[in-house]
């Protein structure tokens, strides 16, 4: 198997989580952060040396967080290149993989394989802590090594089905929500900084105080894991969640590495 790039969105970790076991599963593969290329002078560069190139990210709002769909959107698509998906779910997935096809096919490419992976996570009632998490996770892992296997293999499993339809009025019934989100915080925060450092738009300052100052602005991704990730739990929003959650086995710091370097292109200029 010649090069992989595999880039990433993650907020909770779960899709992290899945890029990083599929790093492991698939040789010459290196997972990278979508949102912190995104920042590079050329947030393109791993993609037009990569024979594969991949994308693992969570369903949001029945298909991909718009910061992925903006992301490939603007990419430089080549015909002669394997392209997949992972998506992971809590509830169910829908429109993703078929928006993604339809960007590629603009170009004369397709989505090749993509592949949706049911994790825990705080929209599916599953509590951190829950001994359900812990199997659900499990199983999780056994299904990766069977999707690096097929990609591994560049088989070919995508057959443009969808239920575009449910899709859209999922998206119609929650675009207020996302809208309008708001957020909140208390007494509890300790200024960590946690909550900048994981949101994938860059769209939290701290003041000078290095208290949380979220920018509102059509950045935000509504994501959320400013939120799940807050150690002092004290963080809250106008939509409801059910419960704090986030990977097991990932850190805030690994979710967004170029993100976390804000002089990133500065460093980039002078080396
Ligand atoms: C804004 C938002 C919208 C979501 N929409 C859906 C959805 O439509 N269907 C679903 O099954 N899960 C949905 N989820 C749950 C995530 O897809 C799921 O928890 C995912 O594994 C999180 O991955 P991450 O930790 O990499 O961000 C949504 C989560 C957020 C924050």
Request: charged share 30%; hydrophobic share 30%.
């Given at each position: 198997m010649g090069k992989c790039a595999l880039y990433y969105f993650s907020a909770t970790g779960n899709s992290l989580a899945v890029a990083l076991s599929l790093a492991e599963k698939l040789p010459n593969t290196e997972p990278i952060s979508l949102p912190g290329s995104?920042?590079?002078?050329?947030?393109y560069a791993a993609a037009r040396d990569a024979d594969q190139v991949g994308f693992v990210f969570p369903v949001h709002r029945a298909t991909m967080p718009e910061m992925v769909r903006g992301f490939i959107e603007q990419m430089p698509i080549r015909p002669d290149c394997y392209y997949f998906a992972v998506s992971t779910y809590t509830v169910f997935g829908c429109n993703e993989f078929w928006d993604i096809d339809e960007i590629l096919s603009a170009s004369g490419a397709e989505l090749n394989y993509a592949a949706s992976v049911k994790m825990a996570g705080s929209v599916g009632l599953q509590?951190?802590?829950?001994?359900k998490v812990q199997q659900t996770l499990t199983m999780v892992d056994e299904q990766l090594t069977e999707i690096a296997d097929q990609i591994g293999n560049r088989q070919e499993n995508y057959f443009r089905r969808s239920f575009k339809l449910l899709g859209k009025m999922v998206r119609i019934y929650t675009d207020n929500r996302r809208k309008n989100i708001a957020f909140t915080i208390n007494e509890k925060c300790t200024r960590c900084g946690v909550c900048a450092q994981v949101c994938p738009a860059q769209n939290i300052i701290l003041d000078e105080e290095g208290g949380f100052a979220p920018?509102?602005?059509?950045?935000?991704?509504?994501?959320?894991a400013c939120i799940h990730w807050c150690p002092a739990n004290a963080l809250g929003t106008n939509i409801n969640i059910h419960s704090h959650y986030h990977h097991p086995?990932?850190?805030?710091?690994?979710?967004n590495p170029i993100v976390l370097k804000p002089n990133a292109r500065a460093e980039e200029k002078t080396s």
């Open positions: 995104m920042i590079l002078d050329d947030p509590d951190q802590n829950s001994p920018i509102r602005s059509d950045k935000c991704q509504a994501c959320l086995d990932i850190k805030p710091e690994q979710l």
